[in-house]
């Protein structure tokens, strides 16, 4: 066998990953060292800046009050309070849901909101003023 011959063909089979022929066996290709593993699969160094961590949206809590009356035709409820963007002197409509569920509801509250319903924002639903906790769902029954 010609020695340049054979020494190309070696060569050849480093380059594509086979160990080097011993007794004119062929081989299975090199395996990878872990630390060699780790070097390629490290990331490159940076330009000295940390990498920006993006942290996800805290979830945000709903706080709703759910008031069930039939307050009839061409009526409203309202609320009134503090906490939330509430107010004591003019009060947020409530959304109907259908004839005898109205929803109030907020993810912006970061404390307890204290409130009253009104009927078409003139009169005051009977009784003493609600406590809601943040994140908290409150199922009302008013009357007036």
Do not use: Y
């Not at 996800?56 to 409203?76: C, L, M, S, W, Y």
């Not at 769902?137 to 007036?144: D, G, Q, T």
């Amino acid at each position: 066998m010609n020695t340049n011959k054979h020494t190309a063909q070696t060569s050849r089979q480093a380059e594509a990953g086979f160990s080097a022929p011993q007794s004119g066996k062929r081989t299975s290709p090199a395996r990878k060292t872990p630390e060699i593993a780790a070097k390629k699969a490290a990331p490159k160094a940076s330009s000295g800046k940390a990498p920006q961590v993006q942290e996800a949206p805290a979830p945000k809590t709903v706080t709703t009050v759910e008031a069930r009356i039939n307050v009839g035709i061409g009526n409203a409820l309202f609320i009134r309070g503090q906490g939330d963007g509430l107010s004591w002197d003019k009060g947020l409509p409530l959304n109907c849901m259908d004839d005898s569920i109205w929803v109030w509801s907020t993810t912006h509250a970061r404390d307890k909101v204290v409130f009253k319903l009104l009927l078409n924002d003139q009169v005051w639903a009977n009784g003493e003023d609600v406590v809601l906790e943040a994140g908290r769902k409150l199922e009302i029954v008013p009357s007036f």
